[in-house]
């Protein structure tokens, strides 16, 4: 008998068991990278002299991944199909719409918080933190 389908989605399926590497992130994994990214972020926001409260910025860019989390369920059905470029192109443009909607809507809520001449230094970690969120969205296959 197989394993509960929300078992295999967060964290992984009996297959990769055997080879870890087959698989994508799991759960664990991707929970760390989520949170430590964002403390790192937040953290970086506050001693550039940001104006917003730890817990704030973390809720904001918890809640700027949902663009992210819904290229990762399109991605996801995508691959259910065979397999060919062109379905690859869908996922990358699917996962950069989702990157740039992601930073943009984080940048709006944060940058704001920023002293005028150092938004630059303060949307950089949250460009990377998205683009490495992206990446495993993109890279799972």
Known sequence: ???????RVLQGSADTA????????????VFVIVWIGSMIVTLNSKLLGGNISFFQ???????CLLPTTVALIVCRIILLMKQSTLLFVIRFVVTM????????????????????GRKALAVYPMFLFY????WLVISHS
């Open 1 to 7: 008998m197989g394993l509960p389908y929300s078992y």
């Open 18 to 29: 055997d080879n870890p590497n087959d698989g994508g992130p799991e759960f664990a994994e």
């Open 131 to 134: 683009f490495i969120i992206s």
């Open 57 to 63: 910025s973390v809720c904001v860019l918890g809640y």
């Open 97 to 116: 719409v989702g990157f740039g909607w992601a930073t943009f809507a984080s940048m709006v809520f944060l940058g704001d918080s920023q002293p005028a």
